[in-house]
């Protein structure tokens, strides 16, 4: 039990000297997770306004598949990235390996179908009388667009903060790519998964409260969004 | 203002909606399409209106005598109000600056034209509300304000008192009374209610069995 509050107490110190090693990690944490969500909005929203704006043959696949892929197992992805990134692998001359791309690349894919697939869901639950509307009011087919994917803006927010929350909180994957280098590719979640191994409890658990801070920040933000939503829709 | 519908057909799960139907609406005033429900009036208009395709037939607008199926300039001389208003998720006013924003009007034109007409339809004093809080008579009169901002040639109100108030219908009568004074529109309008046509129309047609009656 000491140690525990020890390992608190030394946390704490730890977070309020603004300790370089654990600004450097926090720092590159928000860095590769920001830059995969910047990839996975400029993809996953395009991509969700299709399925659900659009009619095409395969799109009920697509969905289910989007939907599946929602659940991917980050170490699966690590797998695979680590395999298309490796020496011997397709991509391996870029030699992007160990590197803070590699988390990136391998973040971006789990962040995809979740922005896809809520993006799509948030579309796709507009009242359709809201088409009709700018239709009737001489909209091009692009304005069209726009206008149901402004709309669904409270649920296109949801779902970028909830990816957002996802790849924060992420460790398989990047473990798996980006090797856990120290100053390099070491994150917040690597990190504490390695401090703890090593009996290390106080930067573990420093980053433990900087990471649920941070979780509680991403889910009160997605709550006043979706509460400004339900308040504009009623 | 001319729209000359010829040999209109339109079918729905084998159901045929519209049958050969064909009018020539050539003079200005409020022409009231009367029928039962499902009779084919709402069908007629959100064809006229270029919301839907026909399966055969053609409309002439205004003089021309061919129509391309996306023609926007074309389009944006119409305008169509539907019996139940979709409303965007924002204030009165930015839902009727819409069409006006879509077409790329200065901020100053879209504030003068958008005050001028929810002053017209009464909803001057709820500009800033949010417009999802408007009880339904008002946003049926959200939905004519914000077609009669756009000045279009021709009006379409599909059924506008269908779902609201007395007092509300009283107003709306009001309105394209109003509106047919100031005569920059040809409206067009379905109403199921005999008594309302002859109170507001100035042309009475019957739609029976997919075809338009005088």
């Given at each position: 039990?000491?140690s525990?509050?020890q ?18 990690i926090?720092?590159?944490s928000l860095?590769?997770s ?24 395969g ?8 939907n ?87 649920g296109?927010?949801?779902?970028i ?13 990047i ?6 280098i ?10 504490i ?12 658990l ?9 979780s509680?920040?991403v ?14 829709t009623? | ?14 159901k ?61 001389r ?60 008002e ?49 067009i309008m ?6 309302q046509?002859?109170?507001v ?14």
């Amino acid at each position: 039990m000491d140690s525990i509050t020890q390992g608190f107490i030394r946390a704490f110190e730890l977070i309020f000297h603004l300790n370089a090693e654990l600004f450097g990690i926090i720092l590159l944490s928000l860095k590769v997770s920001g830059l995969a969500l910047v990839i996975a909005t400029l993809a996953g929203l395009p991509l969700g306004a299709m399925l659900g704006l659009k009619r095409f043959p395969g799109r009920n696949l697509a969905i289910s598949a989007v939907n599946t892929l929602m659940g991917l197992p980050p170490v699966v992805v690590g797998l695979f990235v680590y395999l298309i990134l490796s020496r011997k692998g397709p991509l391996g001359f870029l030699g992007l390996l160990y590197s803070p791309t590699a988390m990136i690349i391998a973040q971006s894919i789990l962040a995809i179908p979740i922005v896809t697939a809520l993006c799509h869901s948030a579309i796709v639950n507009v009242d359709p009388l809201i088409r009709q509307a700018s239709r009737t009011l001489g909209a091009t087919q692009r304005q069209e667009t726009l206008a149901i994917i402004h709309e669904a803006r409270y649920g296109i927010i949801s779902a970028i903060v909830a990816a957002f929350g996802r790849v924060m909180a992420e460790v398989g994957s990047i473990l798996i790519v980006g090797g856990n280098i120290a100053g390099y590719t070491r994150v917040m979640t690597t990190t504490i998964a390695l401090e703890t191994d090593k009996g290390n409890f106080e930067l573990a658990l420093a980053l433990g409260i900087i990471l649920l801070l941070l979780s509680f920040i991403v889910n009160a933000v997605l709550h006043a969004i979706q509460r400004k939503g339900m308040v504009a829709t009623q | 203002m001319k729209l000359d519908v010829s040999h209109l057909t339109k079918t729905y799960d084998k159901k045929t909606i519209l049958n050969d139907c064909s009018y020539v609406f050539d003079k200005t005033g409020t022409y009231v399409l009367m029928g039962p429900n499902g009779c084919g009036k709402s069908t007629f208009l959100r064809i006229c209106a270029m919301l839907e395709r026909q399966d055969s037939g053609d409309i002439a607008y205004f003089d021309n005598s061919t129509v391309l199926a996306n023609d926007i300039t074309l389009k944006r001389r119409l305008t169509l109000v539907l019996p139940r208003t979709g409303v965007f998720n924002t204030t009165v006013f930015k839902n009727v600056a819409y069409g006006l924003k879509i077409r790329g009007l200065h901020h100053t034109v879209i504030e003068r034209k958008v005050n001028a007409a929810l002053d017209f339809v009464g909803l001057g004093p709820k500009t800033g509300q949010h417009a999802r809080t408007l009880s339904s008579g008002e946003t049926q009169r959200l939905g004519i304000a914000r077609a009669l901002v756009l000045e279009p040639e021709v009006l379409f109100l599909d059924e506008p008192t269908a779902s609201i108030d007395e007092e509300n219908t009283q107003i709306i009568e009001s309105i394209i009374g109003a509106m047919k004074k100031e005569g920059r529109s040809t409206i067009i309008m379905t109403t199921h209610d005999r008594e309302q046509a002859t109170r507001v129309g100035d042309f009475q047609l019957v739609m029976r069995n997919g075809r338009i009656e005088t």
